[in-house]
C-alpha cells in the first residue's frame, strides 16, 4: 500500500511519496516560493508572445505542522500559506492556499537526480526527454519549423511571427512522468511552466497560488499510465471502420471526391472513409486554400452529398468543424443575435483575425451557447450522416477576452478540453459514441475524457526532427506518456509554405510509418497543387494499396491494443522504456517505438536512408519481412523503401498475425 512520508528536519521536512523524495525543504533550499508578476500576452493568428514580468519571488520558511497540513511564513506575507496533504485513491494530492491575493505566482521545486529522465508535458513534438529546458504550458499554434536555428522558422517568423519554437504545442500538460517512476500532475489550468533546467531539481511554476498537485508512484511505466488515466481519463475504443485501411482525405466537391475515391479503389487502395473537410465550402487565401466557416451543407460545391452519404454504404464519410464562425456566415448571424460569442471589455464581440477573415468565438462557458452548438454538430454534422469529423482548433482564446465563465487568462488552457466535451457530448446525445469518431489537434487537461483521437496538427511536408515526420513520433510518444493514448498524423505532411514542397520519397515513408500507428488518414495539404499526392500516379497509389491492406490486417491485433488503452491507459504507441530500464531505451533512438506490447517499429525518418540503426530491448524479436531473429542491442538494419525495419517478439502470440502479413 502506498503512503506519504513526513519527516521533520532541522530547518525543514522531506516528503516522500512511496519511498521517492519529491520534496526536500530548508531555510537555505526552499520546495516552496511565491511571487508577484505582471504579464503582458499578445496574439496574432494563435501565435501567442507571452511576456512575464516576476518583480518579486520569496522562498517560504516552513513553520510548523498541524495535522497533514504544513504551514509556511514569510516577513512579507499576510496570514502565510497552507500546504493540505491528501492520500486518495493511491494518489498523494497536496493543495495550497494563501489568503494574502496580493500574491499571484507559486513554485514548487521537486527533488531530482543528475541522471534522471522525464517526459510527459503533453504533446511535444522536439524531445522525449524534456531535461534541460523549461516548457511553458499554453496551447497555441505549433508554429512553422519550431526551431529558431532553422531558415523555415526564420522565414516565418520574419512573415507573420509564427514561426513557433522547441515548446509551442497545440496540446501543452502541466505534468511529467520522471525515470525514478513516479508522475506528477498539476490541475490547474493557469499559464504554468515546467523547468527541467537544473541537475538537482524540477521546478513546477503557476500564475495562481490556490493550487492542486497530484503525485502517482508504481513499479512499472504501465503501473503508473494505469493511474495517471485512472485520475484524467481514458479514450473509448476506436471503432473498426475507424482502424481499417485508409482515411483519403480530398476535397473540391462531389464529383472529385467520387472520382478520387473511385480512382483509389480501383487500384486497389483499401479505403474505410472519406474525409472531405470543405464540405461547407472554401475560400482562398496567401496562405493557400481555407475553408468557409459556416458550418452548413454547400450544396452547390457539394451536390447530391447527401445521397452520396447515404448509398455509400462500405465507407465511412467525414467531415470538419472548429469553434469559430466566419463574419457573414449564416451561423455567426445566429450566434451574434442570441450574444452566444466571447467579447471585449467594452461589451462587444470579440471578432479577430484568422487569416484575412475574422471569425467570433463561441462562448463554451456559456450553457446556451455550449447547448446551441452541440445542437449544430449533431444537426449539421450527424444529422448529415457523417461518421466522423477533424474538431479543429481550440487554442485562439485571447487572454484579454471577457467570457461567462470567467477571463481568457484563465480560461485559456481549458479552451480545447470545453471544445472536446462539446463534440463528445453532441456524440453521445445522438447515441453515436463507438460510431462515430472526431479528431483534434488542440488539447488540454481533460481532453483525455472527452477526445476521441489526437491527431499531430500541421507539420511541415519535410524531414526536419522539430517539425517534420520524425516530430510525429515524439509527439505521440509524450502524449501518450501525458495519459492520452490514440495518436495520428497527416499523411505526408501539411504545411506548405517558402521552398517546402511534399515529395514522393516522404510521402511513402509517410505512408510506411502511418501503417503502424491506430489510424491511418492522408491530407492535401494547406497548397494541394503543390505537393505530390497519394492518387497522382500508379508509384504513390501502388504504396497506398500496399500499406492499406496491411493496416486492415493489423486490425485485430490494433483492436486489442485500443482496447488496453481504454481499459488500462496504456497507450497504443509506446516508448521503448516502456519495458526497459535500461539507459539506451532513453538515449539511443527516439524515432523508434512499440506499437502495443509486441511490435517494435523503427520508421525511415531521414531522406535517402537505405539502412537504420537502431537499437532493440532485451529478448528475440523477429524481423517481419524476413524472419530473421534479433537479439536485444544495437544493429544495423537494412530499410529499402517498402520494407522499414519492423519487428514482432518471437514468443508473440500474435506470431502467425505478423508472419501472414509479412507476405503483404
Known sequence: MQVFDWKREEEGFVLSWDGKTLLRHSDEQAALFLGRGDEKISMFRGNFDIRDRVWQRIPLRFEKQEGDTLHFAHPDLRGGLTLRMEERDGLLHLYTQTEDRRWNRLWLRLAAEPDEHVTGGGEQFSALDLRGKIYPIWTREQGVGRNKLTEITRLADVSDGGGGDYHT??????????????????????????????????????????????????????????????????????????????????????????????????????????????????????????????????????????????????????????????QGGELFREAAEQGFFVRRADGSDYLFDFGEFDCGVVDLTMPEAFAWYKGVIRRNLIGMGFKGWMADFGEYLPADAVCHGGSGLSLHNEWPALWARCN????????????????????????????????????????????????????????????????????????????????????????????????????????????????????TLAAAARWSRVHTALLPYLRSCVRENAETGAPVMRPLFWVSQAEEAWQRDNFSYLLGPDLLVCPVVKPGEAERSLWLPEGDWTLLWTGETYHGGTHSVSAPMGKPPVFYRADSSWSELFREISAL
Open 424 to 539: 463528445r457530448e453532441a456524440v453521445e446525445e445522438s447515441g453515436k459514441l463507438g460510431e462515430c469518431v472526431f479528431f483534434m489537434r488542440a488539447g488540454a487537461l481533460g481532453s483525455q475524457k472527452s477526445a476521441t483521437l489526437i491527431w499531430a496538427g500541421d507539420q511541415c511536408v519535410d524531414w526536419s526532427e522539430d517539425d517534420g515526420l520524425p516530430s510525429v513520433i515524439t509527439a505521440a510518444l509524450t502524449l501518450g506518456m501525458s495519459g492520452f493514448g490514440l495518436h495520428c498524423s497527416d499523411i505526408g505532411g501539411y504545411t506548405t509554405l517558402f521552398h517546402l514542397k511534399r515529395d514522393e520519397e516522404l510521402l511513402e515513408r509517410w505512408l510506411e510509418f502511418a501503417c503502424f500507428t491506430p489510424v491511418m488518414r492522408s491530407h492535401e495539404g494547406n497548397r494541394p497543387d503543390s505537393n505530390v499526392q497519394l492518387y497522382d500516379n500508379d508509384r
Open 169 to 326: 504545442t497545440f496540446f501543452p500538460q502541466p505534468g511529467f512522468v520522471s525515470s525514478r517512476l513516479y508522475f506528477a500532475q498539476l490541475m490547474n489550468y493557469e499559464y504554468a511552466e515546467l523547468d527541467f533546467a537544473e541537475a538537482d531539481f524540477h521546478e513546477i511554476g503557476v500564475w495562481s497560488t490556490q493550487t492542486h498537485f497530484v503525485f502517482g508512484a508504481g513499479e512499472s511505466y504501465p503501473e503508473l499510465i494505469e493511474k495517471l488515466s485512472g485520475l484524467l481519463g481514458r479514450q473509448p475504443v476506436l471503432p473498426d471502420w475507424a482502424m481499417r485501411g485508409l482515411w483519403l482525405g480530398v476535397q473540391g466537391g462531389t464529383e472529385r471526391a467520387v472520382s478520387l475515391e473511385k480512382r483509389c479503389l480501383e487500384h486497389g487502395v483499401d479505403l474505410s472513409a472519406v474525409w472531405i473537410q470543405d464540405w461547407e465550402g472554401k475560400r482562398v487565401t496567401s496562405f493557400g486554400k481555407r475553408l468557409q466557416w459556416d458550418w452548413r451543407w454547400n450544396p452547390e460545391m457539394y451536390p447530391g452529398l447527401d445521397r452520396v452519404i447515404r448509398e455509400d454504404r462500405d465507407i465511412a464519410w467525414m467531415g470538419y468543424i472548429n469553434p469559430y464562425l466566419v
